[in-house]
């Protein structure tokens, strides 16, 4: 079965396929596009449906890795995501559902994780010295992201919403 990694910021889409035995990508094989993320639901889904389907290629049967900013609830593939008026049309909605729907798969072939989560697993993965050790991962974009890396696994540290200043770390 095809497994197509996706990556979903404040702006943009990138999405390749990953091989399953090595756990990457070919960089040639990257399908990119910004993408205006103020925009209503529909044509928000469909920019993000076309650069999935690139990527599957010619697969009908296949299984998404969807990294993800936050707030979501990434179990149920349910966004709550309105700071910076950014993906605010998906606002409660199921994205898995939205996804699964266009893209004509099960919605169980669609899994999403934190982007800054992702972000650092991938570094982990790339570099096995680091993987016995407490690691602190942060993303820099539209907004900001991060993780930990403890005892095998990384997990959303929520550092955008610690009091920094006169507001956020975010802000």
Partial sequence: MTVVGVDIGGTHITAAQVDQVQGKFAL?????ADVNTRAGVDLLIDSW??????AAGESSDF????????????ENGISWIEAQGKMKSLLGLS??????????IPSTHIHFSNDAEAFLTG???ADHQLS????????????????????????????????????????
């Fill in 123 to 125: 570094e982990i993965m």
């Fill in 63 to 74: 299984q998404i890795g969807i990294a993800m900013p936050g707030p979501f609830d990434y």
């Fill in 28 to 32: 040639g094989d990257l399908v990119e």
């Fill in 49 to 54: 449906v076309n650069i999935i389907k690139q």
């Fill in 132 to 171: 016995d050790q407490r690691v602190i991962g942060l993303t820099l974009g539209t907004g900001l992201g991060s993780a930990f890396y403890l005892d095998g696994i990384s997990q959303d540290a929520k550092l955008w919403t610690a009091p920094f200043r006169d507001g956020i770390a975010e802000d």
């Fill in 95 to 104: 994205v898995r559902d939205l996804l699964a729907a266009s893209l004509g």
